[in-house]
T-cell receptor, first 112, second 114 residues
Framework: QKEVEQNSGPLSVPEGAIASLNCTYS??????FFWYRQYSGKSPELIMS????GDKEDGRFTAQLNKASQYVSLLIRDSQPSDSATYLC????????????FGSGTRLSIRP | DGGITQSPKYLFRKEGQNVTLSCEQN?????MYWYRQDPGQGLRLIYY???????QKGDIAEGYSVSREKKESFPLTVTSAQKNPTAFYLC?????????????FGPGTRLTVT
């Protein structure tokens, strides 16, 4: 069974600080990795995708991928109260490129 | 506006009744997916379809059925055989090609069965 593991949280971070969210995955052949943000009662929204080892930056968000360690992370700089949400890590399967497996999510709370 | 629509937003049914959830997309995406989310849980794949008139079971297909007669539509039927149908149902679509497997979600349908 292919798995994606995340710390469920809640992760509490002061406003203006850096929030660091982590994810590990079991499918060593995976090539595509995603971070979704989900507000309470709403559907997931794609915020970052990463396909190569290293860092990918988009505004206040940075995704980091280390395939050798099977580890992907999301950094949120200058955290805002509007960043309070559940963040879902998702990984594309090597065996079926159109399928992705979701972690159960990390709940992030930004405190003023 | 391009996007994915799901209807209705909230749905209430009595136990033993079949119910069909609608999902329509105008993104011209080839692939469509149905997921189920339970409180505090991640998303679990019910069914997916990569092309019209073809679909595959996901991890939790028992008690569900789908059809893909048109590229833009992928309805999900929750049958009376599904033991715990109360959940948040999410439809997604993607255009797999090269490395791009990004999935985009509709707003979801919250189903309550009593």
């Amino acid at each position: 069974q292919k798995e994606v593991e995340q710390n469920s949280g809640p992760l509490s971070v002061p406003e203006g600080a850096i929030a660091s969210l982590n994810c590990t995955y079991s499918d060593r052949g995976s090539q595509s990795f995603f971070w979704y943000r989900q507000y309470s009662g709403k559907s997931p929204e794609l915020i970052m995708s990463i396909y190569s080892n290293g860092d990918k930056e988009d505004g206040r968000f940075t995704a980091q991928l280390n395939k050798a360690s099977q580890y992907v992370s999301l950094l949120i700089r200058d955290s805002q109260p509007s960043d309070s949400a559940t963040y879902l890590c998702a990984v594309g399967l090597y065996s079926s490129a159109s399928k992705i497996i979701f972690g159960s999510g990390t709940r992030l709370s930004i405190r003023p | 506006d391009g996007g994915i629509t799901q209807s209705p937003k909230y749905l209430f049914r009595k136990e033993g009744q079949n119910v069909t959830l609608s999902c329509e997309q105008n993104l011209n995406h080839d692939a469509m997916y149905w997921y189920r989310q339970d409180p505090g849980q991640g998303l679990r794949l019910i069914y997916y379809s990569q092309i019209v008139n073809d679909f595959q079971k996901g991890d939790i297909a028992e008690g569900y059925s789908v059809s893909r007669e048109k590229k833009e539509s992928f309805p999900l039927t929750v049958t009376s055989a599904q033991k715990n149908p109360t959940a948040f149902y999410l439809c997604a679509s993607s255009n797999p090609g090269g490395q791009n497997y990004e999935q985009y979600f509709g707003p979801g349908t919250r189903l309550t069965v009593t």
